[in-house]
Structures are given as C-alpha cells and as structure tokens.
C-alpha cells in the first residue's frame, strides 16, 4: 500500500488550499484515514481523522477552517483548507490504517510543503 499526498504549495494568509491523498495497492478496507503536520521545529501533530463508520475528528488548531473528505472511488482522502494562517504552515502527512484483506497496517504518505504567507 501506498500513500501519496499533493495540493501543496504557496498561498496567502485568509486564503484556501485542498489537499489530496491517494492510496494505491492492496487495499480492502479502511479503518482510518485522515492527516498530520509537522511545522518547522515542532513535533508533529494530529489534523483530523475519518474514521469508518464514525464522526470525521478535527482538531481545535483547524476545526471550523477545515473539511476532510473522501472519493471511495479512487481510493482519495481530500483536506480542504480555509481562512489560512501563517501558523498552518508545515508539511502535511497523511496516514492511513488499512485493511488489505490479512491484516491492519498504517501506512503514511511522504508529505506535502504548506506555506502560508502573511
């Protein structure tokens, strides 16, 4: 299984960006989906999760300027971001517990460069 994220790049603060993550392999189910970041110098930290069956979980940091979604069809985890700040600034990740049809496994994508300028 492989994750790939893009939608990264340069915007404005107060402006949006939407991110895309696919996943590409064996993949039979999903348990969890969703999105980390990491800005320079900080650890990296949660965004927010869709979990199957439940709620799709943000964090404070982006809950109300963020919206996760998915495109089953393509197997394709969306995070639209809006009203960006310089502080949402980090590369983002994306991360996924599958089940490929033997087994669970997280699985985590290479990340994708965010800069908010102010």
């Known amino acids: 299984v492989q994750l790939q994220a893009s939608g990264g790049g340069l915007v404005q603060a107060g402006g949006s960006l939407r991110l895309s993550c696919a996943a590409s392999?064996?993949?039979?189910?999903?348990?969890?989906i969703g999105w980390y970041r990491q800005a320079p110098g900080k650890v990296r930290e949660w965004v927010g999760t869709?979990?199957?069956?439940?709620?799709?979980m943000y964090a404070d940091s982006v809950k109300g300027r963020s919206t996760i979604s998915r495109d089953n069809a393509k197997n394709t985890v969306f995070l639209q971001m809006n009203s960006l700040k310089p502080e949402d600034t980090a590369v983002y990740y994306c991360y996924a517990n599958i089940f490929d049809g033997r087994r669970n496994g997280d699985y985590w994508g290479p990340g994708t460069l965010v800069t908010v300028s102010s």
């Open positions: 869709i979990t199957s069956g439940g709620p799709t």
């Open positions: 392999g064996s993949i039979f189910s999903f348990n969890r």
